[in-house]
């Protein structure tokens, strides 16, 4: 039986970070991706599985030495015609390229987390509809209009112990949202230059919150994330603002 692909899910879920491309020949049809999302799990050897439950084979990745867990953002060309573990939802992979992306994890809200300002603080801003969760952990795409050239970033992701507000939702129910707050900070040489409008993939360990949403009796984890912008006029402390809230189906392939 001829294998199909449901084009649909694939562009609407692995495809969210990136372009695809594709084209036939003599070999069967050839397609190429760009930037996906992934988690690495070392079932049947190492595997990157992507946001929507793909699993990708490489030879590249006996190469290299990562762990289970490890999170990175992959290019990968595949022969869709010639996959024989495609109802399993595995895929081999002709070739691919690996970037490690760094995996933080979430500590406990405390009072002094928000109102305490730092020196060494770096504004971000992200838009969290353009992430995306993959086997818990969140991926997030941090902007920063000023970045300079000695930058090392430390970022810390606090989850609120007691996250059970309830928000309308769409519809007349109500929804329970997990509220998190995300700073960034870190040194930076003197005279330095600065570099603009600088992108950087981040990941984030979400895992507790799953089991908090099912715990609640959630079928679907709604998260929120607030970060301070800048200071206020006597830079006393910060303004902070707040993503929109970004839902995962608890029995979904991005969890």
Partial sequence: ???????????????????????????????????????????EGKQ??????????????????????????VDFQMNYDNQPDSLQNIWHADWLTYRPVDL?????LVEDDTVTTRPDEHFLDFSIERGGCVEGRLFLYLEYSRHYQSQVDEYVMFCDP?????HPAATDSARLVHRLYLRSFGP???????????????????????????MAGEDTL?????????FNAD???YNWTYSDVFSIPLAGEER
């Fill in 162 to 166: 007691d996250p059970a507000e309830r």
């Fill in 235 to 237: 830079s006393s402390r």
């Fill in 1 to 43: 039986m001829k294998k199909r692909m449901n084009w649909t899910m694939l562009c609407s879920g692995v495809l969210l970070w990136s372009g695809l491309s594709a084209c036939m020949g003599e070999d069967g049809t050839i397609i190429r991706f760009g930037s996906q999302a992934g988690v690495v799990r070392l079932a």
């Fill in 48 to 73: 990157i599985v992507l946001r929507n439950g793909m699993r990708i084979l490489a030879p590249q990745l006996d190469t290299l030495q990562i762990g289970d867990g490890d999170c990175c953002l």
């Fill in 222 to 230: 709604h998260i929120q994330i607030t970060y301070p912008t800048g």
């Fill in 188 to 214: 930076i040489a003197a005279n330095d230059s600065v570099m603009e409008s600088v992108v950087l993939p981040e990941a984030f360990l979400v895992e507790e919150l799953f089991r908090r949403a099912e």
């Fill in 104 to 108: 933080h994890t979430l500590t406990t």
